[in-house]
């Protein structure tokens, strides 16, 4: 939450947010303030969410690949990936859970990531 207090003051970000999560959130008194908080959307919107995004942030293996499929950069918020390929090709940066490496991987991918880098061959041509 930190990273992305940080994060919101240069882009927008939101945050699909189960209630369960935002609830425990409240209660920990985080601030949230400036972010643009959503509940969780359904398959398609989530694809337009995606489609309508400069980058992915994320704890979800599977919005990290849909992340790549829509031509994204994607920070993963885990230790680790089973789409280890992602990682390697540089479309992907995971940073734990650490607000340091948060920002650091945002910084690269707003200031020297091309656009059009995403390489979509990884998986065949189609």
Partial sequence: MGAMNEIVLTKQVILLLHPRTKKIMQEGSYNTSDLTIVEPVGYLNMFWLIGNSSWVMTDS????????YFSKPCIT?????????????????????????????????????PKGRVDLRLYGNG
């Fill in 77 to 113: 918020l885990r230790d680790e990936t089973e789409w280890v390929e992602l990682v390697e090709s540089c479309v992907n940066i995971l940073v734990g859970a650490y607000k340091p490496t948060t920002l650091t991987a945002f910084d690269h991918r707003q200031n020297r990531l």
């Fill in 61 to 68: 293996g599977g919005l990290l690949k849909e992340a790549y």
